[in-house]
């Protein structure tokens, strides 16, 4: 029965070290990290929106009085 040949496992597994190595240090160097909320600069421009140029009110007519 052959003998199982281990004489080039270290060589093996000590290259394949950096090899994983460098490869996660490229993934994360493609990673986008988005900032929290509060680092945020918030965006100040305001817009018109065509209903906040005129006063309107709503009438709900279930809230109204009853008219006899």
């Given at each position: ?17 950096p ?30 929106n ?10 709900l ?8």
């Amino acid at each position: 029965m052959p003998q199982l040949n281990t004489s080039t496992w270290f060589i093996t597994i000590m290259t394949m070290l950096p090899a994983l190595y460098l490869i996660m240090q490229l993934k994360l160097l493609n990673t986008n990290y988005y900032l929290n909320p509060s680092q945020k600069i918030p965006n100040m421009q305001t817009f018109n929106n065509p209903w906040q140029l005129k006063w309107t009110k709503i009438y709900l007519l279930h809230l109204q009085p009853q008219l006899s």
